[in-house]
């Protein structure tokens, strides 16, 4: 029988599943990789770390009829031409060692032209601050550069330029480094020039499917970031069809069709979701949050509680029915603000508040976020009645109907939780040529049933309010 293979390189792990003709789905292999933080601010993960357990995997995988590959999206790479091998660790979207120069581009009013061109704010999250910095800080760099031997883009291109030594990238990870033109579909000189990227370092571009080359007998045929690998596995096809995926970060896709959206009002982001060989491309909107199981973790290193299933149930009202309330921002906040002058924050804390209602007002602080988003989404893509969702806080049943209530939508969680290496498998067979496979429609569903919590959404937002401008970017206080 067929067996499709899509490796799922996240940001905590490297997962791999194999996906059947017949429709089953197999997770054949998972491992964790290292965190490493040199500096607050800074996240970093070994690249050959990361190669070598992609490699392990697919070795024990074995052959298959096809291989697709997903990837962190905006965390990126520079390597040796020739070698292959990092001149630097990569540099994680969560990483924020950029915002004090991000800051001057948007005092020197680069801002409006970044944005016309991608969609895209100016932020530290996106790959193209994160490669001027490695230009202006690693010596091998700079001296590869001049021999014609530099190469950079997001995680995809390193890992198949090293599997099948094809360099390229795809649409939907190009779509995201600030340096892609979405609206001519082409890197931009322009663009290059404002972050002091030269252009020749970067991969070309190409189809979200097709040949990258072959890994031993099995050829690699998609290629996507992993959130948009998730939308494809959850069997979203057209506008109005979203998911919030809830893993290290939140982050929800949803699908516009073939046009660009335009949104300068709601803090969006246009999004270039995939292009398949000569077909137009398929234009959605992203809405992130930077923290949302990291937030969760932060706060059982502070013993805030031992095992996740503690978090399952609480057997008081909501904790923002009792005005307690956490502001995940631990890393800045991502959509509608934009601000990484935000910093983490609970509120309506009293000498009565115990570590349990600490952690329900966290629990509930990501699915606020999320709601957040969708409010601002439906003004411009009106969504359907369904949220699909995924990630590792989606085995929360209390998140789960927290989310349902503050949301009003019935929210529906697949039984098969690799989402995006399912999704990415889907796409590595569709990569042959063949029609799209029946997606796997197993799931349950989560009814939305308490009308009141969406009353306190206004509460949070204050909330909100009060934590933007309370972080040190670089050696200035922001203050919004």
């Not at 965190?35 to 070795?59: C, K, M, R």
């Not at 031409?81 to 990569?90: G, R």
């Not at 059982?300 to 996740?308: H, I, M, N, P």
Request: negative net charge.
């Amino acid at each position: 029988m067929e067996q499709f293979i899509g490796v799922d390189q996240g940001t905590t792990a490297t997962k791999v599943s194999c996906v059947y003709e017949d429709g089953r789905a197999q997770l054949v292999y998972q491992k964790n990789h290292r965190q490493i933080t040199p500096e607050p601010g800074w996240v970093e993960h070994d690249g050959d770390e990361i190669y070598n357990n992609i490699a392990q995997a697919l070795d024990k995988t074995g052959p298959g009829s096809a291989l697709g590959i997903d990837h962190q999206g905006e965390s990126i790479v520079a390597w040796d031409k020739k070698s292959k091998t990092c001149f630097y660790n990569v540099i994680v979207w969560q990483d924020s060692r950029t915002s004090a120069w991000i800051e001057n581009l948007k005092k020197d009013g680069l801002e409006p032209v970044v944005q016309e061109k991608t969609g895209l704010p100016l932020d530290p999250y996106f790959p193209a601050s994160k490669m001027r910095w490695i230009l202006d800080n690693i010596p091998e760099a700079k001296t590869a550069l001049k021999k014609g031997r530099l190469c950079m883009g997001t995680m995809d291109s390193f890992f198949i330029h090293r599997l099948t030594n094809v360099f390229s990238t795809d649409y939907n990870s190009a779509s995201r480094t600030c340096l892609f033109n979405v609206r001519t579909l082409a890197w931009d000189r322009e663009l290059c020039d404002i972050f002091g990227v030269p252009m020749e370092v970067l991969p070309p571009v190409v189809s979200n499917l097709g040949d990258f080359g072959c890994f031993g007998s099995t050829p690699v045929t998609a290629s996507i970031i992993d959130q948009f690998a998730g939308i494809y596995g959850h069997g979203c096809r057209k506008a109005g069809d979203f998911k919030f995926t809830f893993g290290t970060g939140g982050f929800m896709q949803a699908l516009s069709g073939e046009s660009i959206v335009e949104d300068k009002k709601y803090g969006l982001l246009p999004c270039l979701c995939w292009k398949f060989g000569n077909e137009a491309p398929m234009f959605g909107v992203d809405g992130g949050i930077y923290n949302a199981a990291s937030a969760i973790n932060w706060a059982r290193s502070l013993t805030l509680f031992d095992e996740y299933e503690e978090l399952n149930d609480f057997s008081y009202p909501s904790a923002i029915e009792r005005n307690l309330a956490f502001v995940p921002a631990l890393s800045g906040l991502a959509c509608p603000y934009w601000d990484r002058s935000a910093a983490g924050l609970w509120a309506g804390m009293h000498l009565g508040t115990t570590r349990k209602d600490m952690m329900q007002a966290v629990v509930e602080g990501i699915a606020l976020r999320a709601a957040t988003i969708l409010n601002v989404t439906d003004q411009i893509v009106p969504l359907k009645e369904e949220m699909k969702v995924d990630g590792g806080i989606t085995e929360n049943p209390y998140f789960l109907q927290f989310l349902a209530d503050i949301t009003r939508k019935n929210v529906i969680v697949p039984d098969y939780g690799q989402i995006s290496s399912y999704g990415t498998a889907l796409l590595a067979r569709k990569g042959l040529g063949k029609e799209d496979s029946p997606v796997n429609t197993a799931c349950s569903q989560v009814t939305w049933k308490d009308k009141t919590q969406r009353d306190y959404l206004k509460y949070f937002e204050k909330m909100v309010r009060c934590s933007r401008g309370t972080r040190k970017i670089g050696s200035s206080q922001i203050r919004v």
